[in-house]
Nanobody, 117 residues
Framework: QVQLVQSGGGSVQAGGSLRLSCASS????????MGWFRQAPEKEREGIAT???????KYADSVQGRFTISRDGAKNTLYLQMNSLKPEDTAVYYC???????????WGQGTQVTVSS
């Protein structure tokens, strides 16, 4: 059974930084892919960062150069370091994981990030 438990988030002023964590019940090395999504009010959920089992990362244009996805196999934890935050980054952030290319997506519970101007 896969469980993803998020922590971090909160409120910060524009230009500030936050780090989100996502603790997994399984080794992060066991996943085909892990990632972070976000959903702003009245908008669809969007993928913003992914990391494959081989370590290759990919970012949405909106966060490229400001956010960094990483994982710690020893701690079974996925991270999202968010720097130079903007008000438009305000959203509920979700971590996600897939065991294989065709498996279901497992989701964390979500955490609110609010950036004030």
């Amino acid at each position: 059974q896969v469980q993803l438990v998020q922590s971090g988030g909160g409120s910060v002023q524009a230009g500030g930084s936050l780090r989100l964590s996502c603790a997994s019940s399984r080794s992060t090395n066991s996943y085909n892919c892990m990632g972070w999504f976000r959903q702003a009010p009245e908008k669809e959920r969007e993928g913003i960062a992914t990391i494959r089992s081989d370590g290759v990362t990919k970012y949405a244009d909106s966060v490229q150069g400001r956010f960094t996805i990483s994982r710690d196999g020893a701690k079974n934890t996925l991270y999202l370091q968010m720097n130079s935050l903007k008000p438009e980054d305000t959203a509920v952030y979700y971590c996600a994981a897939k065991l294989s290319r065709y498996s279901d997506i497992y989701w964390g519970q979500g955490t609110q990030v609010t950036v004030s101007s």
